[in-house]
């Protein structure tokens, strides 16, 4: 079935340092993915995309990587702040712009 | 700025009561989502919009139904709220398929 799932539910790093939080998915079909931050009480907050025909997109202080081989999707924020800690969800997109989305993966940062 | 907002906020209600859920956009986007996001689920899809007229069901839509009148508008009828909807509700919206999905402030539902 399909699926999408991240590999760390919860990752604590140190303040500066960098984070990576990590996804698979399961549709060799999804052609665009999505990560998203949500911070508690609110909504999930834009981050960055990347469509199928790429493997990597950069954003400020984000970057994300696509590996179509193993299905796989990886975050990586830069110099982690104490503003980052949030909860993080990737999202593949399926059928027609609808999401499946991952579980979470909730980032904590240690001043 | 163009947004897309949630009202209300919280809200509790009785079990078997009916409860509307508004959602309301204004970037002009074709495409309208609801979920609901539990603990241990993530966001689950609950009913979407491809444009005026145009409803969908989710993944799970029981007991939850959606009309699409104008292009701003996208509210979630529970016909007969059950303890199990408790749950926080998001909106969300898109300008057309493979496109990002951007969502409001969420609903916060509590059904006692």
């Given at each position: 079935g399909e699926s999408v799932g991240l590999h760390l539910p919860t990752l604590s790093v140190q303040e500066g340092d960098n984070s990576i939080i990590n996804c698979a998915y399961s549709?060799?079909?999804?052609d665009y993915f999505i990560w998203y931050k949500q911070e508690s009480g609110k909504g999930p907050q834009f981050i960055i995309d990347i469509r199928s025909n790429m493997d990597k997109r950069q954003g400020q202080r984000v970057t994300v990587l696509l590996n179509k081989t193993v299905k796989h999707l990886s975050l990586q924020i830069a110099a982690?702040?104490?503003?980052?800690s949030a909860v993080y969800f990737c999202a593949e997109n399926i059928r027609g712009g609808k999401l499946i989305f991952g579980q979470g993966t909730e980032l904590s940062v240690k001043p | 700025d163009a947004e897309i907002t949630q009202s209300p906020r919280h809200k509790i209600t009785e079990t078997g009561r009916q409860v509307t859920l508004a959602c309301h956009q204004t970037?002009?986007?074709?495409n309208m989502f609801w979920y609901r996001q539990d603990l241990g689920h993530g966001l689950r899809l609950i009913h979407y919009s491809y444009g005026v007229q145009d409803t969908n069901k989710g993944?799970?839509?029981?007991?939850y139904s959606v009309s699409r009148s104008n292009t701003e508008d996208l509210p979630l009828t529970l016909e007969s709220a059950a303890s199990s909807q408790t749950s926080v509700y998001f909106c969300a919206s898109s300008s057309g398929s493979a496109e990002t999905q951007y969502f409001g402030p969420g609903t916060r539902l509590l059904v006692l």
């Open positions: 549709n060799s079909a999804s982690t702040q104490p503003g980052d | 970037w002009n986007h074709n993944e799970v839509s029981d007991g």
